[in-house]
């Protein structure tokens, strides 16, 4: 752990936006796009060698990550940095055909919760401008708790989920109404032992704006109907929606909420990916 005027901060790990922009093109096709959040700015994934490569963290000398299966959950591959004088774990995943992908990183190595990002991209997607689509897919985060360490150690783990999503492509006029829930959540320590069920993420109904998802708020909602942390998500659009359920969804959350077991605060960073399911027109 790090003691120094910048580790008693809070760093949020999605506290700025920067990457590329996405672009709208005439007809029905969005163009390809990367875009990252917090001080990540370069979040790229080699499948030759099943390593990442990421930008702008703070005493990560190479940059360079490496598979650890330790950190594995729900499809989502964990790597860890191999030098300097932080330690970051990142999960990453694709789409089928790597037509979307989306990725998280942070560490344990502050007294607050620490550096960190994340990466959405797409290959490009085409929207239908009527009818209701759904998504099903997975979501994985990565849990940072505040005042302590444990990527290496016992205060960090990961969780799992599922994601389901409903789009209607009608109505709100223009930007259309998306409504998001991530349920069936799980808590794990850093050695991958199931902790705890966790509360379940209910979004904001939002819209797109070209291919992507407008932030929205999430609130955790506890089993007797009150709610825990909140956050916020994001997400993009990929492949061809309609008849065909081409389409394709990734997604990243950011949440902190009170953990009732530690008696900390934690910070989930987490990612998903969801897969059209039907479309009904």
């Not at 705890?196 to 797109?208: A, E």
Request: a negative charge.
């Amino acid at each position: 752990m790090k003691i120094s005027a910048a580790s008693i901060l809070a760093f949020s790990i999605l506290s700025a936006c920067g990457g590329e922009p996405f672009f709208d093109t005439t007809g029905g096709g969005v163009t390809a796009g990367t875009t990252y959040s917090g001080e990540v700015n370069k979040f790229t994934f080699d499948p030759a060698t099943d390593t990442l490569s990421l930008n702008n963290l703070p005493f990560d000398l190479s940059g360079k990550y490496t598979r650890d299966a330790s950190f594995d959950r729900n499809g989502f591959k964990a790597y860890r940095n191999v030098a300097g004088g932080n330690n970051y774990v990142a999960l990453y995943a694709e789409g089928a055909g790597g037509k979307v992908g989306a990725g998280v990183v942070g560490t344990d190595d502050y007294l607050d919760y620490g550096y960190g990002g994340s990466v959405l991209r797409t290959d490009g997607a085409t929207l239908p401008s009527t009818g209701e689509a759904v998504f099903d897919g997975d979501y994985a985060g990565i849990r940072v708790y505040e005042g302590d360490s444990g990527i290496h150690g016992n205060t960090v783990g990961t969780s799992d989920g599922t994601v389901s999503i409903n789009m209607d492509f009608d109505d709100f006029d223009v930007v259309g109404a998306i409504d998001i829930i991530i349920s069936n959540r799980h808590a794990y320590d850093s050695a991958g032992v199931f902790i705890g069920d966790l509360p379940y993420f209910s979004g904001s109904t939002t819209g797109l704006d070209g291919l992507k998802i407008k932030q929205t708020n999430i609130t955790e909602i506890n089993p007797d109907g009150s709610t825990g942390g909140s956050g916020t998500l994001d997400g993009i659009m990929g492949g061809t929606v309609g008849s065909g359920l081409g389409g394709q969804i990734a997604g990243i959350v950011l949440i902190t909420s009170p953990d009732a077991a530690s008696g900390l605060n934690v910070k989930e960073t987490g990612a998903f990916l969801a897969t059209q399911t039907s479309f009904m027109q």
